[in-house]
C-alpha cells in the first residue's frame, strides 16, 4: 500500500524560504521507474506542478518557479524534501506531494496548507 | 508550459453521460499516452482516475473512461451519480519530460 505524507510549516513569512518534507511507504525510491513530485494548489484554484525527483536523481522543475525551486531525495528515509525560496503571500497554498506512476502523479499525500503572511 | 484547457463547468441529470474535454498540443496530449485524469472533492487531496488516456485505477467505477483523438483528451462518466460531483483535472507529459495540469473542470450533478 503506497501512502505519502506531507510536513513542514502552516506559517511563513515574505521573503522566507519554505522547506516541506514528504516522508512516503509502499514504495522505494531506489527502484527504477520510480518518482516523487511536488504540485500546489492556492485556496480555490487549479492545481499547479511544480518539481519532481526521480530514481536515477534525475530532477524536472516548473520553468516559471525553477530559479526558487530544489529538490532532493534521501532513500534510506523514504523522503523527498522540496525547498522554496522568497516566498510571497501569492505562494499560500495546499502543497501536494504525490508518486509518480508514467510520468504523472498517482498516489497523492493528503496535502499540508501553507500560508504566507506578516 | 501552458496549462491544459478544459471548460470551467459542465453539468448533468444523474444516470446521464458527460464528457470533459482537456485540449492541448502535440507536445503533451497531441504527443504522447500519457494523459491522466483526477478527481477532487472539495478539501480533499486529488484522486487518480484515469491513466494512461484510457486505464482505470483498480477501484474505480467502469462509469469512468477515457479517450483521446489528436491534441484532445476526454473524460467521459456515465450513469451520472451524486457523488459524482467534483472538480475534475487532467494532466499529460510534454515534450519537457515534465508534466502538465488543466485548469480544472466542476462538474455539477442537477
Known amino acids: 500500500q503506497i501512502t505519502l505524507k506531507e510536513s513542514g510549516p502552516t506559517l511563513v513569512k515574505p521573503t522566507q524560504t519554505l522547506t516541506l518534507t514528504c516522508t512516503f511507504s509502499?514504495?522505494?525510491?531506489?527502484?527504477?521507474?520510480?518518482?516523487v513530485g511536488w504540485i500546489r494548489q492556492p485556496p480555490g484554484k487549479a492545481l499547479e506542478w511544480l518539481a519532481l525527483?526521480?530514481?536515477?536523481?534525475?530532477?524536472r522543475y516548473s520553468p516559471s518557479l525553477k530559479s526558487r525551486l530544489t529538490i532532493t531525495k534521501d532513500t534510506s528515509k523514504n523522503q523527498v524534501v522540496l525547498t522554496m525560496t522568497n516566498m510571497d503571500p501569492v505562494d499560500t497554498a495546499t502543497y501536494y506531494c504525490?508518486?509518480?506512476?508514467?510520468?504523472?502523479?498517482?498516489?497523492w499525500g493528503q496535502g499540508t496548507l501553507v500560508t504566507v503572511s506578516s | 508550459q501552458s496549462a491544459l484547457t478544459q471548460p470551467a463547468s459542465v453539468s448533468g441529470s444523474p444516470g446521464q453521460s458527460i464528457t470533459i474535454s482537456c485540449t492541448g498540443t502535440s507536445s503533451d496530449v497531441g504527443g504522447y499516452n500519457y494523459v491522466s485524469w483526477y478527481q477532487q472533492h472539495p478539501g480533499k487531496a486529488p484522486k487518480l482516475m484515469i491513466y494512461d488516456v484510457s486505464n482505470r485505477p483498480s477501484g474505480v467505477s467502469n462509469r469512468f473512461s477515457g479517450s483521446k483523438s489528436g491534441n484532445t483528451a476526454s473524460l467521459t462518466i456515465s450513469g451520472l451519480q451524486a457523488e459524482d460531483e467534483a472538480d475534475y483535472y487532467c494532466s499529460s507529459y510534454t515534450s519537457s519530460s515534465t508534466p502538465v495540469f488543466g485548469g480544472g473542470t466542476k462538474l455539477t450533478v442537477l
Open positions: 525527483i526521480y530514481w536515477n536523481d534525475d530532477k
Open positions: 504525490a508518486h509518480m506512476a508514467d510520468y504523472l502523479p498517482g498516489y
Open positions: 509502499g514504495f522505494s525510491l531506489s527502484t527504477s521507474g520510480v518518482g
